[in-house]
């Protein structure tokens, strides 16, 4: 008994020496070295713990960028290294010089073989990287952005063409653009003088009051991509005017003269770098000073496209706005005490396929009864709407509501204007009539080249006008301009200004830049 006895505690006092010694016992701690910041140290810990607990009890902080392996969260190991990655990023600005760059400019009020010289001067661009170090050491550079701090101006060299061509007589007054300038003539052709000298016009906006005095533009901005200014052009020094309007897509005064009607965009990423707001403000205008703004028109992106925008156009009488989007033509009654909105004509919103969308540029008669723009068209043969490559030029009233197609393929950028109706009855055959583009090829109109016609109003009596059959046509969007009375036009051809006499059909070229766009013509 005894015996037994004795040999059941030699067993269990065997068991216990084996248990002790056995794989499956825990350690009273863990040895973990900790590498960071340069230095290692060695610390133990209880069994159970994380990397967490360890970088805590070393006293090492993480960073909010920091770096640490095993993950925090990972149980602590024996003899296990724990690395600590510093991550610290800071932002580096570089500045660098923006060459300006040399234009040839041909300038009618210099002898011809006499040159002149504006200086040019440079700009600043600032490159802002974000940089990446770990431990101390650089491992990335990215570029955050490029601002230009100042734009460049560019050298002129103006070259003479005074007596190249002859001079003929200016009624009014004409201002144009060239070489990102504006330009005025007044009594002759020849008496060209610059207004801006700044090279920063976008051609947004360039529209004059009655009688010439006031002109409105808009220059380039990079925050906003454009800003609106005013001038008065009588004064031998003209100083231009900031009216603390940005982002505009459209902008124009009244025909009368006491206001300005815009309507706004905000910059956008991509092409084609905004997002129209399609809104409408007016407010009346005295000595180049803005009065009451008021919103008639707030801000809608319900049309197809709406990023792109809305055009617009005043009445000759001032009373009225047409407006024409993607999809629709109509007209706005700003003055009313409560703006109304008429919707004249809806037509299939045409699907460039691209990053620019087509819209209407809405004109008027002369006696402000009727609307005249292009519209996009049924298809011919079976196309999608969407699709359809056709386009005509057509008329709506007002009261009654009514269509009258003026002219068929025409092709998207036929920009139909009415004569001015001005003077006695008769004073000008051509009164009222209308001037528009014809594409050579009308169902490849987009890249088409233009000829102008004149037509009546009721798309009778159609005439050719410019250039002559035997000359290469209008590159693109026609823009021209018609005189006070309506007896010439001002067209744009192969980058120089053209005087067209509507009684002789004969035209007189006026410059010689190559580089003219956006004529404008006031009494």
Known sequence: MIRAMLRRLIFFLLIVVLAACGPGRLPDTVAITIASDGERQTIDLPPGQTVRDALRTASVTLGELDRVRPPETALLQMNQTITVTRVVQQTDFVTQTLPFETQIVRDATIPEGQTRLQAGRNGTLQITYRLTYEDGVLIERNELSRDVIEPPTPEVMLVGIQGAFGTVPVSGTIVYLSNQNAFIMRELSGNKRPLTTDGDLDGRVLSLSRGGRWLLYTRAVSTTFNSLWIMDTTLAKPEPKALNLTGILWADFSPDGLSIAWSRGDPAPGLPGWKALNDLSIAPIINGRLGTRREIVKASSSQQYAWWGTMYAWSPDSKLIAYANTEAIGVISP????????????????????????????????????????????????????????????????TPTLKVPLAVNTGMWAVPAALPANGPPGQSPFSGGIVFGVADTPYASEASRYRLDLMDRDGSNRTKLFPAAEAVGLDGLPEFAASPDGRNLLIIYQGDLYALNLSTNLARRLTADGTISRPRWAR
Do not use: C, M, N
């Open 335 to 398: 003055t009313a005490r409560l703006t109304k909105t008429q919707v004249l004509h809806t037509f299939a919103a045409y699907d460039t396929r691209s990053t620019w969308a087509w819209t209407p540029v809405p004109s008027w008669s002369a006696d402000s009864r009727f609307v005249i723009a292009t519209a996009h068209a049924a298809p011919p043969s079976g196309e999608l709407p969407e699709d359809s490559p056709a386009f005509e030029v057509i008329t709506l009233g007002l």
